[in-house]
Nanobody, 114 residues
Framework: QVQLVESGGGLVQPGGSLRLSCAAS????????MGWYRQAPGKQRELVAT???????TYADSVKGRFTISRDNAKSTVYLQMNSLKPEDTAVYYC????????WGQGTQVTVSS
């Protein structure tokens, strides 16, 4: 079992940057595949980026070139660096840990608005 706590969300102007963090506890972090998902009002939750236990990354087309996912196994933390933010990036961002089962954090709100 793993517990996840996201942080780093907030209000930012278009073109700005934010870095989200997800701290994990309760299990062997390095063995989990990690990901970030987001859910905008009235929309389904969607994949943003993933990073495997070995460090392989994937991104949604909508964020390629702007977002970077990374992990620090020593700190049991996964990050999402978000640059060149757009209003359509506004959503609640959720951290996910997967090893057979999915585990989710409580989410952190990101609002991109002038």
């Amino acid at each position: 079992q793993v517990q996840l706590v996201e942080s780093g969300g907030g209000l930012v102007q278009p073109g700005g940057s934010l870095r989200l963090s997800c701290a994990a506890s309760g299990s062997i972090f390095s063995s989990y595949n990690m990901g970030w998902y987001r859910q905008a009002p009235g929309k389904q939750r969607e994949l943003v980026a993933t990073i495997t236990s070995r460090g392989r990354t994937t991104y949604a087309d909508s964020v390629k070139g702007r977002f970077t996912i990374s992990r620090d196994n020593a700190k049991s933390t996964v990050y999402l660096q978000m640059n060149s933010l757009k209003p359509e990036d506004t959503a609640v961002y959720y951290c996910n840990a997967n090893k057979i089962f999915d585990h989710w954090g409580q989410g952190t709100q990101v609002t991109v608005s002038s």
